[in-house]
């Protein structure tokens, strides 16, 4: 059975830091790794998917890795912004789709 | 406990007719997602519905598309007048409280629309 664990649990940063999100899971036989942003209240926002053939993939100040042989995907971000703030969840799809606990981020102004 | 139930699996729609997909939650879950994922694309939210009440529609197309979760029976993702760029993956997702990280998946619909 697939598990994901995202560390850390909770993340505060003052404005302008960049920052690592870690995700790992423990079937390395994934189809996709996907990041989500989850705000209050809302549903998913899928923010990076990358598929098992690729290393990373980039949209604007977010930069997503996943080493698959050896279980783990990063989330960087560059230079965060109070508007950051949100929980993110990875999730990686074998036959169905499991998710992280995710890292609620906090960016301090 | 049977995971979240999604039907049909494949449907096949001509331009005009009506696509309705369903999705039955997991036991005990009152809290059902529905995303869509375009081909070579992640997953995108659509909607998020309660029994009986829709909680955030922000990413339903504003014409077309609805959505219900009725106090008995599966959810359902009404789509009239289907057009090709209608032509994806639909997934719906339950959870048994507002908690995304509790979310399951179902196996999704593939809507083709010719």
């Known amino acids: 059975k697939q598990e994901v664990t995202q560390i850390p649990a909770a993340l505060s940063v003052p404005e302008g830091e960049n920052l690592v999100l870690n995700c790992s899971f423990t079937d390395s036989a994934i189809y996709n790794l996907q990041w989500f942003r989850q705000d209050p209240g809302k549903g998913l926002t899928s923010l990076l998917l990358i598929q098992s053939s690729q290393r990373e993939q980039t949209s604007g100040r977010l930069n997503a890795s996943l080493d698959k042989s050896s279980g783990r995907s990063t989330l960087y971000i560059a230079a965060s912004q109070p508007g950051d703030s949100a929980t993110y969840l990875c999730?990686?799809?074998?036959?169905?789709?499991?998710f992280g606990a995710g890292t609620r981020l906090t960016v301090k102004p | 406990n049977a995971g979240v139930m999604q039907n049909p699996r494949h449907l096949v729609r001509r331009r005009g007719q009506e696509a309705r997909l369903r999705c039955s939650p997991m036991k005990g879950h009152s809290h059902v997602y529905w995303y869509r994922q375009l081909p070579e694309e992640g997953l995108k939210f659509m909607v998020y519905?309660?029994?009986?009440?829709?909680?955030?529609e922000s990413g339903m197309p504003k014409e077309r598309f609805s959505a219900e979760f009725p106090k008995e029976g599966p959810s359902i993702l009404r789509i009239q007048q289907v057009v090709r760029g209608d032509s994806a993956a639909y997934f719906c997702?339950?959870?048994?409280?507002?908690?995304?990280?509790?979310?399951?998946f179902g196996p999704g619909t593939r809507l083709t629309v010719t």
């Open positions: 519905l309660q029994k009986e009440n829709i909680i955030d």
């Open positions: 999730a990686v799809k074998n036959n169905d789709m499991r």
């Open positions: 997702a339950s959870s048994p409280r507002d908690r995304a990280d509790e979310q399951y």
